[in-house]
């Protein structure tokens, strides 16, 4: 089982947005016969087979084994991902194709260097068992005078490491920072 499948044609996610078939995707976390879901779920062995064979279909399923129950060969099934992300392609963007002129400053950048690391982290081989790869995320409060001076000693504090680590020897890295006003957060 993949950790991520990334689900770039429109099919797939038709297949996938029904309420009924997510609930049998996570059922099939674990290898189990259209049966034991059914049974789960409450529902007859043949509707949930008809939902396994549209997700098998799409692949996001995958029969993993058979078992001979009295004289009828029930399939095993298991999804084929712990997660499956969607391209944010199969809608594109609304109003519009992808901007000509990318503007760094605004939300619109944000959004679409997002989708580009979304897209690259699910593309990396699953195989891998320790990819060399990390993530930092934290939170800064920085005074709106003080703004500009941030994001210039930003900016060349990346240009130095570009410069310095920049070659064309070594293992290729991809560097993606993202920097955005944090959401307020609601009172309960």
Do not use: N
Not at 161 to 172: H, K, N, P, S
């Amino acid at each position: 089982m993949r950790d991520i499948l990334y689900l770039e044609q429109i099919e797939q996610a038709e297949i996938l947005f029904k309420p009924q078939r997510i609930e049998v995707l996570r059922l099939l976390a674990e290898p189990r016969t259209c049966g034991e879901v059914a049974q789960r779920l409450g529902q007859s062995k043949q509707r949930v087979y008809y939902h396994v064979k549209l997700l098998e279909e799409a692949g996001l399923v995958v029969r993993v084994a058979e078992r001979k129950v009295r004289a009828v060969h029930e399939g095993v099934y298991q999804a084929t991902a712990r997660s499956y992300w969607l391209s944010p392609r199969l809608v594109g963007r609304i109003g519009g194709g992808l901007r000509e002129a990318r503007d760094a400053m605004g939300l619109g950048y944000l959004l679409d260097l997002m989708e580009e690391v979304q897209e690259d982290v699910a593309k990396l081989d699953p195989a891998v068992c320790e990819l060399p790869s990390f993530g930092v995320s934290g939170q800064i409060r920085i005074a709106p005078e003080r703004r500009q001076e941030f994001l210039d000693e930003l900016r060349d504090t990346l240009q130095g490491l570009f410069t310095r680590y920049g070659g064309a020897e070594g293992d290729a890295f991809k560097l993606a920072v993202a920097c955005y006003p944090k959401a307020e957060e609601e009172d309960d």
